[in-house]
Structures are given as C-alpha cells and as structure tokens.
C-alpha cells in the first residue's frame, strides 16, 4: 500500500510541476498540493509493528480410508418414508463432493445426515 501511495504522490507531484506555472492549471496545481499533504499525513500515520506472537500449528495425524462411509443407507427424517433409499457413500481426504439435483431431490437432507443432524 505505501508503495500505491509514492505513486500517487509522484503522479501528483508530476502534474504540480507541469501546471503550477500556467495561469489556467494553477488552481488545480494547488489542489494536487493539497492532496500530496494528506497522502504525507495518512502515510505519517500509518505505522506497522512486527507481531509478537507466532501461531504454530500441528501437523494432524494421517486419516484412515475411509472417512465416512454410508453403505445401503436409508435416508429421510422418517424411518417408514425414506427420501432416499440404498445410499452409498465412501468418503476419504481426496474425495471432491458437489450435491446437485431439482428441488426436493434430498441435497440438504443428504448433507444434514452426513454433518450427524439427522440419524
């Protein structure tokens, strides 16, 4: 961002330069001025300090195959209506899911078995 910043002041200061001497342009000249001062003062502002804390994070434990398994599966929010029958599902670490079907299908029915909302 500083950079973007020294920029924007050189592009200004350019146009300062240029214009300042030109009896049309030195209204805008002055303006561009103005605008370099408060692009000084944002930068004075703005200050960084170096973070004293440093996240670490453990390297988790290798997964056995399969993650998730549903092997002829029923799945619905009543046992005597299923809206879904003979589901089978295996999912491990590479498994890529997209859930895409018409309205009603059961997506979010699937999905909410899965999370354990639904048994």
Known sequence: MRQSQLDEIAHHAD???RFSANAKRATL????????EKIKERM???TFEEP???FKFPTPPKLNRPILRITDGK???KKENPVMKKV????????RIAFVGPNGAGKST???TLIGKID
């Open 75 to 77: 799945i619905g929010y």
């Open 29 to 36: 000249a002055q303006s561009r001025v103005k605008m370099i």
């Open 88 to 95: 089978n599902i295996e999912i491990d670490m590479e498994t």
């Open 52 to 54: 004293n804390y440093v």
């Open 44 to 46: 004075e502002e703005e």
């Open 110 to 112: 699937l999905l909410k």
């Open 15 to 17: 146009f300062v330069r």
